[in-house]
């Protein structure tokens, strides 16, 4: 299912920023990797883990599209945490939480669906794959991690990927700049030590970034 342009208007509606309610409806129509994560995990029952949710724009593009299983957000940035809560508040949804916590110091208890988007270049590649060790163990059976992140490659989208984080940092979205970018064969080595089936593959849409998706199965 894909949200109807009301839909995405009424989530945007819902930031109290005027700031977010702009990026908000700019990022929802615009961006493809609320659809590829509806299209992994959509109809699923399973609960999901968002890790680095931000204001928590994937629960409710994920309740658009008829999915009803617990989501449960956790983020860095305390601000973010409080505009998601503020979200779900004036939405009135049920089964949607969301936590402010440092990812590199350990992750919520959980078990489901795991998704990571657009966070692993602000880790060390050390941090990195403590993470997503982390991440696919609480993955359940049946259950996927689906990632989406910049890879490191020779490429221009590469490049423009790295002045976008940084234009991300000096607008203050971000609270940091990116740090070290992972490439493909650093998840295909973990995640399948973790015991997961990987698959890689582009994710650009209409943007000139090198997003790809990781999409990590038990």
């Not at 503020?86 to 110091?105: E, N, P, Y």
């Not at 941090?127 to 059976?141: H, S, Y």
Request: charged letters at 20%.
């Amino acid at each position: 299912m894909t949200p109807t342009p009301a839909q995405l208007e009424n989530i945007a509606a819902l930031c109290d920023r005027r700031w977010d309610f702009f990026y908000t409806r700019s990022k929802l129509a615009s961006d493809p990797v609320y659809q590829a994560v509806v299209r992994e995990i959509g109809e699923s029952p399973l609960p999901v883990l968002d890790i680095g949710c931000g204001i928590g724009l994937l629960a409710h593009y994920l309740r658009a599209c008829g999915h009803t299983a617990q989501v449960t957000g956790f983020d860095y940035d305390q601000r973010k945490i409080d505009s998601a809560g503020a979200m779900v508040r004036k939405s009135g949804q049920q089964g949607l939480t969301f936590s402010a916590g440092d990812a590199r110091t350990g992750l919520p208890e959980f078990s489901g669906h795991v998704v990571i988007l657009d966070i692993l270049q602000f880790f060390t590649p050390a941090e990195q794959n403590a993470l997503i060790t982390a991440a696919a163990a609480r993955v359940a059976p049946g259950g996927k991690l689906v990632i989406r992140t910049g890879l490191r490659d020779d490429s221009w989208r590469f490049r423009v990927t790295v002045l976008g984080d940084y234009l991300a940092k000096v607008t203050f979205w971000m609270k940091a700049a990116p740090t070290c970018y992972p490439d493909a064969e650093q998840f295909r080595k973990v995640l399948t030590e973790a015991g997961l089936q990987v698959e890689i593959s582009p994710l650009w849409g209409g943007t000139p970034f090198n997003n790809h998706l990781i999409v990590a199965q038990r």
